[in-house]
């Protein structure tokens, strides 16, 4: 099944970037018009008005993804790799199509290396249950940061206690970005394993990925990057960053709940064992052994969540046809115009880095004397969604020292008078707890 891939990276057209320059005038694409490709947001919904601010949560989904899951199930609908009639071939078809095109996406040079999950969860778990149960022995070491999500967290633990490891953390500066004078002194030690988010969904900060590969890899520890907050903002190519992981999910991308891959390098998977057992992921099965599917089909025990798969293709091509860099641009730009506005507001401590290139659009924020969740609700009652708690970072909220922030988290949709409508929320609870 294994498939090469070319043109690396970021191929796709840039269909919708040029109809947006056409109807909006100058810049890459105008996020107000680009809200009409959002069903979710139209005027006449129940959602009317809504200024959506948790896209680090989960991200809106385009049209385009929404007629792509409904086309799946409408037209080519039959499980996959099994049937030898048409439609299970198309579906079959559509399935490693999309494969491939994830594939493009993360700059992979060989199909096979996309395993299929459930989400970024999914694929850390999937590594620390195989891969780590192989690799990592009593007294090894998991490097791990202060910026990580529990989804790369507590697997580590569950596995460090199976094996007797121990894992390390690299910590934050004030401004939340990594201490790399931390990471040399901490791959001194016998570190199997080097495991950081791209992106912090909590901060925003954008990690120096491929630094922190070259200093783990030169110590001759592996890499994981958790690209839950990656994929969606930044355009990722795995071979460039130089990591031997990547896991994504879907949603947090504009496509669907519940579907996502893990990206690793061939030699590591074929040296894996298999993660589940069951229909799809074996070749032959005795009533004692079994032996298993190539690549990467040994990962993928079970029907897959084929729709899903489908969906996810779409959100890719939809990113893509934005292109990469204008949303990168068109976030840059929500980032420099929300530090400038938050940083006005009154008794709001905003964490996170000050300068706009180390972080993208996610603003996370305690208000003085005002509890998070009071804000949230504060902000919910003026029609503003915003998300309150520890965001899955509770080593992170402790390092802090607040038990919860308020984050306000953006994606392509977003625009500045959706900033100005937060910030007139924020003085509007400033006002009623002052
Ligand atoms: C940085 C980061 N890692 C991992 C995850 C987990 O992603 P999922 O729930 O899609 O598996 C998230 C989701 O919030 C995240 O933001």
Redesign the pocket.
Known sequence: MSESVPGGAHTGGATLAAENAGRSGPGPFDPARLRDRFPIFRPEGPNAGLVYLDS??TAQRPDVVLDAINDFYRDDNANVHRGLYELSRRATERFEEARSTVARFIGARDTAEVVWT?????GINLVAATWGAGNVGPGDEILLTMLD?H??VVPWQLLARRVGARLRYVDIDESGRLRLDQLDAALKGPVKLVAL?H???ALGTINPVAEVVERARSAGARVLV?G??GAPHLPVDVEALGCDFYAL?A??MGGPMGI?ALWARRELLDAMPPYQGGGEMIDVVHPDESTWAELPHKFEAGTPNVGGAVGMAAAVDFVQSLTPAAVKEHESRLVAYGLERLGRVAGLRLFGPAEPEDRIAVFSFAMQGVHPHDVATILDAQGIAVRAGHH?TQPLMRRLGVPATTRASCWVYNTTDEIDRLVEGLEEAARVFG
């Open positions: 680090a949560a459930r989400g970024t969860t999914e999500h989804s790369n988010n992106v912090s969904n958790d839950a907050q999910s949603h947090k996502g899955c």
